[in-house]
C-alpha cells in the first residue's frame, strides 16, 4: 500500500495499525503495543469497545444521516445527557474540537454584539495555549510556530501570560468580549490552571460583561476524574468546547452553553452539514453511558490515575532524569531533562506508545478504563527508557 497521496501534516511513526482491543493496538505484522496515546485522549474506552461496536452496528443498519433542516431523536437524546451532567442549556452539535472552538468564538462574538458595543469584539487568550488549527481557533492559539506561516489572522484578538493574576487584570476591559482558556494546556506541555486563577477569570469576565470560554477538548469527558474538567475546578465558564473523547472514536464534537448566552444565535448564524448526525451521536450516547452510568469516570479514573500518579512520582525520586510530573486525572505529564523524543522512541521500540507534549514532557493519554496491570506494564516499559 502506498504512502505518498497521503499530505504531509504529520510526523508519523514507522508503523500502520490494523487492528485494536481495548489499550492493545496491533500492527499488520501481528505485534501487539500497548496505547497509552488513545489517539490523543479519544479512545476512552479503548480500542474497538463493545458497547461503541453495537451502537454503531444498529444505528448505521437504521440512519446515519439526515439534514439538520429535521429532528432525530439521537441529536436530541445526546444534547438532554450533556445539559442534564453539566450547568449548560443548550448544545451546538458539530464534528471536532477545532469546529467546537470556531463556534464558541463566534458565539461569543454574537452575544457581545448584541450586549455590548460594537467595538466589544476582543478576544483574551493564553500564552502556550492550543485550541485547533482552524483559521479563527489557530488566532487564539499562543504558539507561534503554528501561526506564523498562517497570518495575518483574525483580528482583536490578544494574548496573555497564562496563569499570570496581574496580567490578565491590565489587560482585559470593556472591549473584551470573551477569555478562553483549557483548564490543563493540553499541547502546552500538561499544565494545570491555577484554581484561582480560574476564579480570578470568572471574576474579571463578570465585571466586564465578557464571556468565559473554557476549551476541554482534550481535558474533557471524564479525563481528570470528572464528566467536564470544569466541575473538578469548581469554576462554571459560560461556554465549554469539548470533542475527542465524547466520541470514543468516532469524530464528534460540541460547544455548551448557557441559555442567555445561546439564544444570541439565531438561524443562519452557525451550522455545519455533518454535526448532530444520529449515527455520531448514538455512539456519543453509547460513551457516556459507560462514563457516568457505569461510572467509569468515578471510580476507575480517580483510582487509577492517584495510582499512576504515584508509580510516576516514584520513578521522579529514583532518577534525576525526571524533573517534574503534573496533571490531573489520566492526563499527566512528565518532565523530563533530556531530550524528549529519544525517550518516546525507545518506548516505541519496546511497544508502548507515548507521546510529548510541549518541549520536553512525556504525555500519559492511557483509556480510562485502563487497569492495574496494564499501567504496571507500561511503567516498566518507560522506567528502561529513562535508565
Known amino acids: 500500500m502506498s504512502k505518498s497521496y497521503l499530505m504531509n501534516t504529520y510526523g508519523r511513526f514507522n508503523v500502520t495499525f490494523d487492528k485494536g482491543e481495548g489499550t492493545k493496538l496491533y500492527d499488520k505484522d501481528g505485534n501487539e503495543y500497548i496505547d497509552f496515546v488513545s489517539g490523543v485522549a479519544v479512545n476512552c474506552l479503548g480500542h474497538c469497545n463493545p458497547s461503541i461496536v453495537k451502537a454503531i452496528e444498529e444505528q448505521s443498519s437504521k440512519l446515519m444521516h439526515v439534514s439538520n433542516y429535521y429532528w432525530n431523536e439521537n441529536a436530541m437524546e445526546l444534547t438532554e445527557i450533556l445539559c442534564k451532567n453539566s450547568e449548560f442549556d443548550k448544545v451546538f452539535m458539530c464534528n471536532s474540537g477545532t469546529e467546537a472552538i470556531e463556534a464558541g468564538l463566534k458565539l461569543a462574538r454574537k452575544y457581545a454584539l448584541l450586549h455590548g458595543d460594537e467595538n466589544k469584539k476582543e478576544i483574551i487568550y493564553m500564552d502556550n495555549s492550543f485550541h485547533g488549527r482552524t483559521m479563527g481557533a489557530l488566532s487564539v492559539t499562543g504558539q507561534p510556530k503554528y501561526q506564523e506561516s498562517f497570518k495575518p489572522l483574525i483580528g482583536a484578538v490578544k494574548s496573555v501570560k497564562f496563569n499570570d493574576l496581574d496580567d490578565i487584570k491590565q489587560k482585559i476591559s470593556s472591549k473584551t468580549a470573551a477569555v478562553i482558556v483549557e483548564p490543563i494546556q493540553g499541547e502546552g506541555g500538561i499544565i494545570p490552571a491555577k484554581k484561582e486563577y480560574l476564579k480570578l477569570l470568572r471574576d474579571l469576565c463578570d465585571e466586564n460583561n465578557a464571556l468565559l470560554i473554557f476549551d476541554e477538548v482534550q481535558c474533557g469527558m471524564g479525563r481528570v476524574g470528572s464528566l467536564f474538567a470544569y466541575q473538578k475546578f469548581e469554576v462554571v465558564p459560560d461556554i465549554v468546547c469539548i470533542a475527542k473523547a465524547l466520541g470514543g472514536g468516532f469524530p464528534i464534537g460540541a460547544m455548551l452553553a448557557k441559555e442567555s448566552v445561546a439564544s444570541s444565535f439565531v438561524p443562519g448564524d452557525h451550522g455545519n452539514t455533518y454535526g448532530g448526525n444520529p449515527l455520531a451521536c448514538a455512539v456519543a450516547i ?61 518506548c516505541f521500540e519496546s511497544k508502548l506508545l507515548l507521546i510529548t507534549a510541549g518541549k520536553n514532557v512525556v504525555r500519559f493519554l492511557p483509556p480510562l478504563n485502563v487497569s492495574f496491570e496494564e499501567i504496571d506494564k507500561a511503567l516498566g516499559i518507560f522506567e528502561e527508557s529513562i535508565k
Open 286 to 346: 453509547a460513551v457516556l453511558k459507560e462514563l457516568v452510568d457505569k461510572k467509569v469516570v468515578e471510580i476507575n479514573v480517580n483510582e487509577k490515575s492517584k495510582y499512576l500518579f504515584d508509580k510516576l512520582m516514584t520513578l521522579k525520586e529514583k532518577y534525576k532524569v525526571i524533573n517534574d510530573v503534573r496533571g490531573m486525572g489520566l492526563l499527566i505529564g512528565v518532565e523530563v531533562a533530556c531530550d524528549v523524543k529519544k525517550i518516546i522512541n525507545k
